[in-house]
């Protein structure tokens, strides 16, 4: 059954658009037109518009503001990224979820996605705002072989394979506010979230968390967010598909992590770098150890922000939260 539904999204995603006969879909599916026709009814039912042109066929004009593994799938261009999808409607939070399949061996790539989260989290127990319908609410689980001192990096990579995904399905131009923060006009769009499960000197797997405001408005924010964040809706003043920009943060993803894998940081900094706003300015860093002003002169070889004290000392921030 599901699977002859996923053949007819996929059919109707191929059409890119154009009307399919009740006859053509009877014959790709291999199922009577009655079967056809049930399954189109189920589809409008979950919120699919679909038109229906005599001696044409149907063609879908709307889907629903609804996510699903199947959504994801289709379409996507990945050798592993997104392969396994584990999708819920709503989850305390999928960090929690991709930390309990990680430690029952989840594949390198399986992401956890849900639609809301209840207890969604940021870094220090900071709460990650995440109502249903309208974010991408995501953990992805990797398996590098790297050394615990490295894994930093991968936060990094992920902000650059995310404003790639952002600009390549939006045109937004976002940029990042070292280390987790992406931000669209000082305002902060998209959260990531890095996780070990890693012995002393072994990573066994890195969770990397994503939280990205997609179809919100602004006043849909509660009230201490509305002057801080913002969504891709806001900026672009449409709503973007949610499925669609994962399979772009997958691809993109994808091809950086697996350079990054053979060739090092080094092509990946480049990048970072040409994304940065903290970048030559004058910065406040607030770390658990204490408060550090000065300018940020760039990030190391390992990822570590490098700032210039007023005497001229170099510190590395390892992690903070940065005021600029
Ligand atoms: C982060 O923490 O930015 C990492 C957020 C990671 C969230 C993802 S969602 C999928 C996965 N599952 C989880 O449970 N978490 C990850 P941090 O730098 O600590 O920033 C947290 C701060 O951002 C909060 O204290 C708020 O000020 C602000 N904030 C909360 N929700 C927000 C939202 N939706 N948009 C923008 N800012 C938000």
């Not at 050798?79 to 594949?107: N, P, W, Y």
């Not at 990573?203 to 939280?211: L, Q």
């Not at 993803?253 to 894998?261: H, N, V």
Request: charged letters at 25%; aromatic letters at 6%; a negative charge.
């Amino acid at each position: 059954q599901s699977g002859l539904r996923t053949r007819l999204l996929q059919a109707f995603s191929e059409a890119e658009g154009e009307f399919l006969s009740g006859q053509k879909l009877s014959e790709t599916l291999g199922c009577s037109r009655t079967a056809v026709w049930k399954h189109i009814e189920d589809l409008r039912s979950e919120g699919y518009e679909l038109e229906a042109v005599r001696k044409r066929g149907y063609r879908i004009t709307h889907k629903p503001d609804k996510i699903s593994g199947n959504e994801i799938q289709l379409g996507l261009k990945t050798e592993f990224m997104g392969r396994h999808i584990h999708f819920e409607e709503v989850v305390s939070s999928t960090q929690k979820i991709a930390h309990s399949l990680a430690g029952d061996g989840a594949e390198e790539g399986t992401i956890v996605v849900a639609d809301q989260q209840t207890g969604g989290r940021g870094r220090l127990a900071r709460a990650w705002y995440s109502p249903k319908q309208t974010g991408i609410w995501m953990s992805m689980i990797l398996r590098p072989k790297i050394p615990i001192n490295k894994t930093p990096q991968l936060t990094l990579l992920t902000a650059v394979a995310l404003i790639q995904a952002i600009e390549e399905v939006t045109g937004l131009t976002p940029e990042i506010k070292w280390p987790n923060d992406i931000m669209i006009n000082g305002k902060k769009i998209v959260g990531i979230l890095t996780e070990l499960q890693a012995e002393a000197d072994r990573v066994h797997s890195v969770i990397i968390g994503v939280g990205m405001n997609v179809n919100h408005t602004l006043d849909q924010f509660p009230e201490e967010l509305q002057a801080i964040a913002t969504s891709i809706a806001e900026e672009t003043g449409e709503p973007a598909d949610r499925a669609q920009v994962i399979q772009a943060i997958m691809k993109n993803f994808e091809k950086l992590y697996t350079s990054y894998l053979i060739h090092g940081f080094k092509p990946v900094k480049l990048l970072w770098e040409s994304y940065a706003i903290s970048l030559n300015k004058n910065l406040i860093a607030r770390t658990l150890q204490g408060t550090i002003r000065g300018r940020a002169i760039g990030i190391d070889d390992e990822g570590v922000l490098l700032l210039e004290t007023a005497e001229g000392k170099i510190e590395k921030i390892y992690s903070a939260d940065i005021e600029i």
